[in-house]
């Protein structure tokens, strides 16, 4: 615990982990040789277990903190309903009723570029056929077209005059 608490920056709120973190924000450390994240590490610690099937929401929104107060279990799709809520998805698009699917799980898509994602999917997947049935081509011989004779050509028998 002692190493814990070396990484840990008590403010007026947050405890703040000064330890490594992960790529999305959360503290990591590495403890009888398992790695944890930081914040269920200090809860589970200070408060006790915590339940399957249930995860941390930071009621203070800071990834970095591991302040147990500002810690509640709650399910995957409560936490999603809490998250901060983003405006815009990562195109730019404004999340509007028409504009947004929401999931089972809790989390939100973008029906703007849920729509463009299948389009490019589509076209990706009729090019790749294009080119295979090029490909085939290719490979098997082609019969040559018949070139057309010239009248001057042909012999006397064959000319419809």
Avoid at 52 to 63: P, Q, T, V, W
Avoid at 98 to 120: F, H, M, P, V
Avoid at 148 to 154: E, I, Y
Wanted: with cysteine; hydrophobic share 35%; charged share 30%.
């Amino acid at each position: 615990m002692n190493r814990f608490w070396a990484k840990v920056e008590k403010t007026d709120t947050c405890w703040i982990w000064t330890g490594a973190l992960n790529n999305c924000g959360y503290g990591v450390l590495r403890s009888d040789s398992v790695m944890y994240c930081a914040h269920r590490f200090s809860y589970e610690r200070n408060v006790g277990e915590i339940p399957d099937g249930l995860e941390i929401d930071h009621l203070c929104r800071n990834r970095a903190c591991v302040n147990p107060e500002h810690m509640e279990v709650v399910t995957h799709a409560e936490n999603m309903r809490r998250r901060v809520p983003a405006g815009t998805c990562v195109n730019g698009h404004d999340y509007t009723l028409e504009n947004t699917i929401q999931r089972r799980d809790g989390s939100r898509r973008c029906r703007a570029c849920e729509r463009a994602k299948k389009a490019e999917y589509r076209a990706l997947k009729l090019a790749a056929r294009f080119e295979s049935v090029a490909a085939c081509r290719r490979m098997v011989p082609q019969p040559r077209r018949a070139t057309v004779r010239k009248a001057a050509a042909m012999p006397e028998a064959h000319r419809a005059d």
